[in-house]
């Protein structure tokens, strides 16, 4: 008899809280709905006291997404309980994830209380949040580091409570498998209402072993929820990614004996999606959804898999989403066609006029460009989404002049707050030159820290995506923009990322 792995999925709020990972409440709502087709278990909104645009943004996946459970984080407080329970009014499946942290470290030095005060207060906060909803998950937070005695103690008492999952968190990345599994057996074994609630890792990648202690725990531990991130996106090195713990347990289901409910070939479309929108690139190695991961280069490999596939392949491409890129519209495409292959694509857009303005974009793109791929229509989409009329800024056309031995030079017109400005600009190189001309007229004091072209399909014919990461006063935010013009893309990426530098959200980061 196999048992099911809970997949519960952290993209939007701990992926979420990577620097420059911020989405707007639209993006996150496509994700979500790309997160049901991949059939999740459990989706974490967000924190809903966080800020009022965490807060709608859990609304709006609530009234949206109807399969998985919806799941907002808050503190082991009344205020941030009853926030979570307002936004997930709507959800047809809710939870409510309290923490608290239990190091004597944490305890001590962050929230400033005695473990007798913790203990307490994690008891109240289950006891509360058990009046919105009969789901709710309690975590120990820096878990890993945690006295077992003191674990014992404050976890037994939130199940009595009424705590229907405990997620035992690896909060820095501290852990290292056998130790991790370990710890949570002896937890499992020590508190006598243990198998009253379902247990649940979640780990931290700063030791690169998030996967590997999130599996201990599973195996070793005998947890039965796994949170996870889409590209293992998150705070620092990141999280435990979905993909790789989906593709273990189906891959090695000899060892793993387990079953879930993601369908497997969703995962591609699913972090390509996650990528798009967030800006974090996809490194070509990266297991299972990096572009060279089924990439077979040497001799012997393909010699190997041209006589049968299975002498250096585990898995097979198709299974996670992978095929050739495919031709899927054209120039003589029309609306109906552009309408059901956003629809086939999981993409909803808001009304007609969206639809209709999506569509002349993609008339634009395939005047310029003879094959339209499904990547295209996903760049184009974001795109569409960052350049609202409402944007603070928004690109309207540019020229660019480089020539070997001369200074490129640049000109470019863009409306600040619906207002068209024209500016130039010189720079070492075209992209250079664009961004001293927009800096010329807006003067954000804002720093470069990234700035990557990816291409999105293959050939030189290809649309390049562009990310600038930019960061002013502590703030970090990311910008992407696509075009088959790397410096048409590039302009757009950097004043995506001044419009998300001016929209100056104030927003709580629960681990401080
Ligand atoms: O890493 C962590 O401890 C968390 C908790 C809020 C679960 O993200
Ligand atoms: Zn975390």
Excluded at 30 to 49: H, N, P, S, Y
Excluded at 121 to 134: C, G, I, L, P, Y
Excluded at 459 to 477: F, N, W
Aim: with cysteine; charged share 25%; aromatic share 6%.
């Amino acid at each position: 008899m196999s048992d099911k792995l809970i997949i519960f999925d952290t993209t939007l709020r701990d992926g979420e809280q990577s620097p420059g990972a911020s989405m707007t409440k639209d993006e996150k709502v496509r994700i979500a709905r790309q997160l049901e087709r991949l059939r999740v278990d459990v989706i974490e909104a967000g924190f809903a006291a966080a800020s009022q645009g965490d807060f709608e943004a859990i609304q709006a996946i609530s009234a949206a997404v109807r399969e998985p459970i919806i799941c907002s984080l808050s503190r082991a407080n009344d205020r941030d309980i009853s926030r979570a329970a307002e936004a997930l009014k709507a959800a047809q499946r809710k939870r409510i994830h309290t923490f608290i942290a239990t190091s004597p470290l944490h305890m001590e030095k962050k929230l400033r209380m005695t473990p007798d005060q913790v203990f307490e207060q994690a008891k109240q906060a289950v006891r509360f949040a058990r009046q919105f909803t009969d789901d709710v998950e309690f975590s120990p937070e820096d878990g890993s580091r945690s006295d077992m005695d003191f674990l014992c103690r404050v976890i037994e008492a939130v199940i009595s409570e009424g705590a229907t999952t405990i997620n035992f968190a690896d909060t820095v990345g501290y852990g290292v498998p056998g130790l991790y599994g370990n710890m949570l057996k002896s937890l499992r074994e020590r508190i006598p209402n243990s198998d009253k609630a379902i247990w649940s890792v979640h780990c931290h990648n700063d030791l690169g072993m998030a996967v590997a202690n999130s599996l201990a725990g599973v195996m070793i531990g005998g947890a039965r929820q796994v949170e996870c991130t889409i590209n293992g996106l998150g705070e620092r090195a990141g999280n435990t990614a979905l993909e790789e713990i989906v593709m273990a347990v189906k891959t090695r289901r000899d060892h793993f004996n387990l079953d879930f409910g993601i369908d497997t070939t969703q995962i591609v479309a699913t972090s390509k999606l996650v990528s798009q929108i967030t800006g974090f690139a996809v490194q070509p190695n990266k297991a299972v959804v990096g572009a060279n991961a089924f990439a077979h280069a040497s001799g012997i490999h393909q010699d190997g898999i041209l006589k049968a596939r299975d002498t250096y392949e585990i898995m097979r491409a198709e299974d996670v989403g992978w095929s050739a890129n495919k031709i899927v519209l054209g120039k003589l495409s029309g609306r109906n066609a552009f309408k059901q292959r956003l629809e086939e694509l999981g993409i909803k857009l808001e009304s007609e006029a969206d639809i209709n303005a999506a569509f002349t974009r993609f008339k634009e793109l395939a005047d310029r460009k003879s094959e339209i791929f499904d990547e295209d229509i996903m760049a184009l989409v974001s795109d569409e989404e960052h350049s609202h009329d409402n944007e603070y800024y928004r690109f309207v056309s540019l020229a660019q002049h480089s020539e070997t031995g001369e200074r490129p030079a640049a000109k470019i017109v863009f409306a600040i707050d619906s207002k068209e400005v024209t500016c130039d600009g010189h720079g070492n190189g075209p992209v250079d030159a664009i961004v001293n001309a927009i800096e010329s007229k807006t003067q954000s004091g804002s720093e470069l820290l990234l700035f990557s072209v990816n291409a999105i399909t293959t050939g030189t014919q290809s649309q390049g995506e562009v990310t600038m990461r930019l960061s002013k006063a502590g703030r970090i935010v990311n910008g992407v923009g696509a075009d088959p013009d790397i410096v048409v893309a590039s302009a757009k990426a950097y004043l995506s990322a001044l419009n998300k530098l001016h929209s100056k959200v104030e927003k709580l980061n629960p681990q401080i």
